[in-house]
C-alpha cells in the first residue's frame, strides 16, 4: 500500500488555473472511482474538496473540479485566489476497507 | 454539526504505548452511515490513514501498521481510541481523528478534529 504520487509543489498567479495530479496503481485509482481531495492549511483540519473523481460537496466552490483517466486523477482550480494557497491531498480507495493518500502538493499562489 | 476532539499524552517514551481518544460531539457514532478513523501527519511529511471503525467495532487497518494499532470503539461515551504499540520515533506525528462515509462514500472524510501533536522520545 505505496503512497500515491503527487508532485510536491505547484504555483499559479492569481486568475490562472492548475492542474495537480494523482497517480497510483491498478490496485487503487485505477481501479475505483473512489478518490478524494483535501485542502489543508497547516496548523488546521483538513476540508474535504471533492469526492467519487469529480463530485463536489455543498459549499465548495465551483472552481474546483476533479478528473480521472488511467491510473491518474487530477485536481484542477481555476481562477487561483490567494486562499487557494496550501497544502493538497488526493486519497483513493485501495480495497479490503483501506485508504491510501498521497505525498501531498504545496500549493503557491504567486 | 459534528464535532470531533482528541485527547492524549503529547509525549510518549520510545517502546512504550501511544494511546489516544476521539470524543464526539454533535452527532451519533453509532450511525450507520459512518465509519471513524485515525490519520496521521509526520513532521514535513502527507497524511497517512491509520484505520477506521464501524459503531458495530469492525475495524480496519493500514496494512503497513496492522500489527501495532488497535482501534476501539466506546458509543456509550461516543468515543473511539486508537493505541499504537512499540513506537519509535517514526510515529512523532499530528494525530487526526475522522469521520469517513460508509459504503462508496468510505473516501469521504468529512469531518476532522483539529489534530494532536505525539512525539515520541528516547
Known amino acids: 500500500q505505496s503512497a500515491l504520487t503527487q508532485p510536491a509543489s505547484v504555483s499559479g498567479s492569481p486568475g490562472q488555473s492548475i492542474t495537480i495530479s494523482c497517480t497510483g496503481t491498478s490496485s487503487d485509482v485505477g481501479n475505483y472511482n473512489l478518490v478524494s481531495w483535501y485542502q489543508h492549511h497547516p496548523g488546521k483540519a483538513p476540508k474535504f474538496m471533492i469526492y467519487e473523481v469529480s463530485k463536489r460537496p455543498s459549499g465548495v466552490s465551483n472552481r474546483f473540479s476533479g478528473s480521472k483517466s488511467g491510473h491518474t486523477a487530477s485536481l484542477t482550480i481555476s481562477g487561483l485566489q490567494a486562499e487557494d494557497e496550501a497544502d493538497y491531498y488526493c486519497c483513493s480507495y485501495a480495497g479490503s476497507s483501506t485508504l491510501v493518500f498521497g505525498g501531498g502538493t504545496r500549493l503557491t499562489v504567486l | 454539526q459534528v464535532q470531533l476532539q482528541e485527547s492524549g499524552p503529547g509525549l510518549v517514551k520510545s517502546s512504550e504505548t501511544l494511546s489516544l481518544t476521539c470524543t464526539v460531539s454533535g452527532g451519533s457514532i453509532s450511525s450507520s452511515s459512518y465509519h471513524w478513523g485515525w490519520i496521521r501527519q509526520p513532521p514535513g511529511k502527507g497524511l497517512e490513514w491509520i484505520g477506521s471503525?464501524?459503531?458495530?467495532?469492525?475495524?480496519f487497518y493500514n496494512m503497513s501498521l496492522k500489527s501495532r494499532v488497535t482501534i476501539s470503539v466506546d458509543t456509550s461515551k461516543t468515543q473511539f481510541s486508537l493505541k499504537l504499540i512499540s513506537v519509535t520515533a517514526a510515529d512523532t506525528a499530528v494525530y487526526f481523528c475522522a469521520r469517513q462515509g460508509w459504503g462508496d462514500a468510505y473516501s469521504v472524510i468529512d469531518c476532522w478534529g483539529q489534530g494532536t501533536l505525539v512525539t515520541v522520545s528516547s
Open positions: 471503525i464501524y459503531y458495530s467495532g469492525t475495524a
